[in-house]
T-cell receptor, first 115, second 113 residues
Framework: NAGVTQTPKFQVLKTGQSMTLQCAQD?????MSWYRQDPGMGLRLIHYSVGAGITDQGEVPNGYNVSRSTTEDFPLRLLSAAPSQTSVYFC??????????????FGPGTRLTVL | QQQVKQSPQSLIVQKGGISIINCAYENTAFDYFPWYQQFPGKGPALLIA?????SEKKEGRFTISFNKSAKQFSLHIMDSQPGDSATYFC????????????FGKGTLLTVNP
């Protein structure tokens, strides 16, 4: 299993440009999430999905769109990049095991710089 | 409003010492308390987790202590090793789900040889 994969690893954008961060998992996990990590801020949830066709907003959703057409893929779209979106982005997936310790598996991250 | 407060921000420990990281929360509805470990340039990975029906959970050198009445939980790393140098995050589950986590701001642990 490749686990959770993210592309690209690094990206530089100019203000106003759009792009899509790709995330895929091969563990057949129902849940997928996007987090951003900024120095001193921990990981903050952007959007999440509980299954194909179902998405919802997290703590910091503004400026980002998501969709989930398949179980495997959960892309994150920046419609008009802003310098405030400079961050490291992590995708995570987990299996539904209510009452258990369903581990969130994180991808390697995408480091995004917006100039 | 910060749902989970983590301290200290950074910690320096000598090899063989005990590392202690603390987290405090407000919402008594939280019922899942994981700790994640992150090495530079990598994604976080689950280290150990606890539910509030027990006061302590131990896995090797890592122990979670949970104080339900004080709404606090802590990570203890016994016999700390240089390889434990990493950033540690506590988390709580938001909205009663296990897939929607709110993380603390992290603690950078440095273990000197």
């Amino acid at each position: 299993n490749a686990g959770v994969t993210q592309t690209p690893k690094f990206q530089v954008l100019k203000t106003g440009q759009s792009m899509t961060l790709q995330c895929a998992q091969d563990m057949n996990h129902e849940y997928m999430s996007w987090y951003r990590q900024d120095p001193g801020m921990g990981l903050r949830l952007i959007h999440y999905s509980v299954g194909a066709g179902i998405t919802d907003q997290g703590e910091v959703p503004n400026g980002y769109n998501v969709s989930r057409s398949t179980t495997e893929d959960f892309p994150l779209r920046l419609l008009s990049a802003a310098p405030s979106q400079t961050s490291v982005y992590f995708c995570a997936s987990s299996h539904d095991s209510w009452g258990g310790h369903n581990e969130q598996f994180f991808g390697p991250g995408t480091r995004l710089t917006v100039l | 409003q910060q749902q989970v407060k983590q301290s200290p921000q950074s910690l320096i420990v000598q090899k063989g010492g005990i590392s202690i990281i603390n987290c405090a929360y407000e919402n008594t509805a939280f019922d899942y308390f994981p700790w994640y470990q992150q090495f530079p340039g990598k994604g976080p990975a689950l280290l150990i987790a606890i539910r509030p029906d027990v006061s302590e959970k131990k896995e090797g050198r890592f122990t979670i202590s949970f104080n339900k009445s004080a709404k606090q939980f802590s990570l203890h790393i016994m016999d700390s090793q240089p390889g434990d140098s990493a950033t540690y995050f506590c988390a709580v589950n938001s909205g009663g789900s296990n897939y929607k986590l709110t993380f603390g701001k992290g603690t950078l642990l440095t273990v000197n040889p």
